[in-house]
T-cell receptor, first 109, second 115 residues
Framework: GEDVEQSLFLSVREGDSSVINCTYT??????LYWYKQEPGAGLQLLTY?????DMKQDQRLTVLLNKKDKHLSLRIADTQTGDSAIYFC?????????FGAGTTVTVRA | SAVISQKPSRDICQRGTSLTIQCQVD?????MFWYRQQPGQSLTLIAT?????????ESGFVIDKFPISRPNLTFSTLTVSNMSPEDSSIYLC????????????FGPGTRLLVL
């Protein structure tokens, strides 16, 4: 499959903004996604962006896509303790998802 | 979105046995998928469950090991056959929704431990 890479860990103070970065290699990706997985839980779809867009905002979440550099980021504003989880970046080609390894976000008081 | 349920939610099995995992969706969907998440790892696509025809498997996965059924547009099963400890994983089904089926929602997963 195609490669999707993310940093493994992020520690952020409560109330600050979190930025999670992701790079991918498949230039034919049609959609890019961010999923959240809390301990012992399934995957929650947070947001997704079509490949011809460069930004999408949804409440505290902002997704930025640089298609030229194949770089995707997720910004979480005013990070809360409930945001502590693993965040997976994924790209879609022909409806099949390829996932990154996941970024573990720890929110400290 | 869709409400997706899986049964069982978790199981502990002996090596050499088989386990069938069920995935039920509350609406008719064209696209259903099965993924595996090995301990501490990311998700890997096992196969696309096609209604009325054989599943389409990804590289590294074969029908004899992971037979899949898709009898209708709301239900699918994945069987993990002749299990070994290396099959210990979370198995998740997902469905594609939206105009272009671009949004994929996941079931809660089945946590399997093989002893």
């Amino acid at each position: 499959g195609e490669d999707v890479e993310q940093s493994l860990f992020l520690s952020v103070r409560e109330g600050d903004s979190s930025v999670i970065n992701c790079t991918y290699t498949d230039s034919s990706s049609t959609y890019l996604y961010w999923y959240k997985q809390e301990p012992g839980a399934g995957l929650q779809l947070l947001t997704y962006i079509f490949s011809n867009m460069d930004m999408k905002q949804d409440q505290r979440l902002t997704v930025l896509l640089n298609k030229k550099d194949k770089h995707l980021s997720l910004r979480i504003a005013d990070t809360q303790t409930g945001d502590s989880a693993i965040y997976f970046c994924a790209e879609s080609t022909d409806y099949k998802l390829s996932f990154g390894a996941g970024t573990t976000v720890t929110v400290r008081a | 979105s869709a409400v997706i349920s899986q049964k069982p939610s978790r199981d502990i099995c002996q090596r050499g046995t088989s386990l069938t995992i069920q995935c039920q969706v509350d609406s008719q969907v064209t696209m259903m998928f099965w993924y595996r998440q090995q301990p501490g790892q990311s998700l890997t696509l096992i196969a696309t469950a096609n209604q009325g025809s054989e599943a389409t498997y990804e590289s590294g996965f074969v029908i004899d090991k992971f037979p899949i059924s898709r009898p209708n547009l709301t239900f699918s099963t994945l069987t993990v056959s002749n299990m070994s400890p290396e099959d210990s994983s979370i198995y998740l089904c997902s469905v594609g929704l939206g105009t272009g089926r671009e949004t994929q929602y996941f079931g809660p997963g089945t946590r399997l431990l093989v002893l």
